[in-house]
Nanobody, 119 residues
């Protein structure tokens, strides 16, 4: 059973920064891709950023230029650096890991960490 544990959430003022980390119980290099998603109250969960095993990244339009996803192989974590935070970034942020081989496709989720952007 794969476990993902998010950390780094909290309360920050608009314009501030936070760094989220996702620690995995399995070598992150064994996943085909890892993502950060978020879910705001009353809204559907949405993909924020994704990074593949080959370190190819992609971002939601709403966070491009402000958020950066990265892999730290030494610490076995995937991180999300969030700068210039806005009130609309307030949400629970979830780490996600995916692996696939032929017809098999596995998705793993963390429990989430709350990010609140407010003055």
């Amino acid at each position: 059973q794969v476990q993902l544990v998010e950390s780094g959430g909290g309360l920050v003022q608009p314009g501030g920064s936070l760094r989220l980390s996702c620690a995995a119980s399995r070598n992150i290099g064994s996943f085909n891709a890892m993502d950060w998603h978020r879910q705001a109250p009353g809204k559907e969960r949405e993909l924020v950023a994704s990074i593949t095993a080959g370190s190819i990244t992609r971002y939601a339009d709403s966070v491009k230029g402000r958020f950066t996803i990265s892999r730290d192989n030494a610490k076995n974590t995937v991180n999300l650096q969030m700068n210039s935070l806005k009130s609309e970034d307030t949400a629970v942020y979830y780490c996600n890991a995916r692996d696939w081989s032929g017809p098999l496709y596995n998705v793993y989720w963390g429990q989430g960490t709350q990010v609140t952007v407010s003055s």
